[in-house]
Nanobody
Framework: QVQLQESGPGLVNPSQTLSLTCTVS??????????WIWIRQPPGKGLEWIGA???????FYSPFLMSRASIARNTSKNQVILQLTSVTPEDTARYYC????????WGQGTQVTVSS
C-alpha cells in the first residue's frame, strides 16, 4: 500500500522560507514514469498546482511560483521536498503532495499559515 505523508512547520513568518517534506512509503520515488507533485489550496479558494519532479529528477513549476518554488528529492529517504522562499500571508494554504502513475497517490495534506 502506497502512502504519502506531508510534514513541515504549521506556522511560518513572512519573508522566511517554507520547507515541506513528503515521505513516500510503499513504492520508490524513482519508479519509472512516476511524477511527484505539490499542490495547495488557500482558504476559500481552489487547488493550485505548484510543481512536479519526475523519475529523472527533472522539475517543472507553475509560472506563478517558479521564481520562489524549488522541488527536490532525497532518494535515500524516499522523500520529495518543497521549498518556497519569501513567503507572504498569501501562501497560507493546505499543501498536498501526490504522485505515482496518473497521480493515484495522495497525502492528507498539511496546513501552513504565514503570519507574524
Amino acid at each position: 500500500q502506497v502512502q504519502l505523508q506531508e510534514s513541515g512547520p504549521g506556522l511560518v513568518n513572512p519573508s522566511q522560507t517554507l520547507s515541506l517534506t513528503c515521505t513516500v512509503s510503499g513504492c520508490s520515488i524513482t519508479t519509472n514514469y512516476y511524477y511527484w507533485i505539490w499542490i495547495r489550496q488557500p482558504p476559500g479558494k481552489g487547488l493550485e498546482w505548484i510543481g512536479a519532479i519526475n523519475t529523472r529528477g527533472v522539475t517543472f513549476y507553475s509560472p506563478f511560483l517558479m521564481s520562489r518554488a524549488s522541488i527536490a528529492r532525497n532518494t535515500s529517504k524516499n522523500q520529495v521536498i518543497l521549498q518556497l522562499t519569501s513567503v507572504t500571508p498569501e501562501d497560507t494554504a493546505r499543501y498536498y503532495c501526490g504522485g505515482g502513475a496518473a497521480y493515484a497517490y495522495w497525502g492528507q495534506g498539511t496546513q501552513v499559515t504565514v503570519s507574524s
